[in-house]
T-cell receptor, first 111, second 115 residues
Framework: QKEVEQNSGPLSVPEGAIASLNCTYS??????FFWYRQYSGKSPELIMSIYSNGDKEDGRFTAQLNKASQYVSLLIRDSQPSDSATYLCAVKPGSQGNLIFGKGTKLSVKP | EAGVAQSPRYKIIEKRQSVAFWCNPISGHATLYWYQQILGQGPKLLIQFQNNGVVDDSQLPKDRFSAERLKGVDSTLKIQPAKLEDSAVYLC?????????????FGPGTRLTVL
């Protein structure tokens, strides 16, 4: 059973702080990794994708991938109240498999 | 570019009744997915279509769930008969190519409540 694990939270950070969201996965052959943001009552929205070990930065967001440790994380710098949402980690095992989602981490950014 | 369309947005039914959901993907997207998202969980893939063919339906409860994409464009997901545990949001997503890293775009979802 291929699994994606996330701490369900809630993770609470003050406005302006760095939020760190973590995800581990069980399938060592996984090749593609995604972070989706889901506001309450809304559908998931892709915010970051990463395919190689290391860091990938996009604005205030940085995704980090360590395939040896089977670990992927998302850092949100200068967190804003509008970042308050559930963040879903999704992993694509191999090149043909479908996305497997974690349960999501609920982030709350306090003004 | 119009997004993924779904209807209805909300549905309340009694257990053992049947229900159908409709999805129209982004124009030109060959791959269409149906996901089930139970409250507090991540989305779980039910079925994936490539054009009008089924690529993966390994997690679809085939005794009660069925789906079709007859002309390779829009799709219908049906539940018959519904159970209490089917209460969830049903998300449709589409992407432009199968087996690549292309982004999946999600529709707004249909929230189903089974009483």
């Amino acid at each position: 059973q291929k699994e994606v694990e996330q701490n369900s939270g809630p993770l609470s950070v003050p406005e302006g702080a760095i939020a760190s969201l973590n995800c581990t996965y069980s399938d060592r052959g996984s090749q593609s990794f995604f972070w989706y943001r889901q506001y309450s009552g809304k559908s998931p929205e892709l915010i970051m994708s990463i395919y190689s070990n290391g860091d990938k930065e996009d604005g205030r967001f940085t995704a980090q991938l360590n395939k040896a440790s089977q670990y992927v994380s998302l850092l949100i710098r200068d967190s804003q109240p509008s970042d308050s949402a559930t963040y879903l980690c999704a992993v694509k095992p191999g090149s043909q498999g479908n996305l497997i989602f974690g349960k999501g981490t609920k982030l709350s950014v306090k003004p | 570019e119009a997004g993924v369309a779904q209807s209805p947005r909300y549905k309340i039914i009694e257990k053992r009744q049947s229900v159908a959901f409709w999805c129209n993907p982004i124009s030109g997207h060959a791959t269409l997915y149906w996901y089930q998202q139970i409250l507090g969980q991540g989305p779980k893939l039910l079925i994936q279509f490539q054009n009008n063919g089924v690529v993966d339906d390994s997690q679809l409860p085939k005794d009660r769930f069925s789906a079709e994409r007859l002309k390779g464009v829009d799709s219908t997901l049906k539940i018959q008969p519904a159970k209490l545990e089917d209460s969830a949001v049903y998300l449709c997503a589409s992407s432009s190519r199968e087996g690549t890293t292309d982004t999946q775009y999600f529709g707004p979802g249909t929230r189903l409540t089974v009483l």
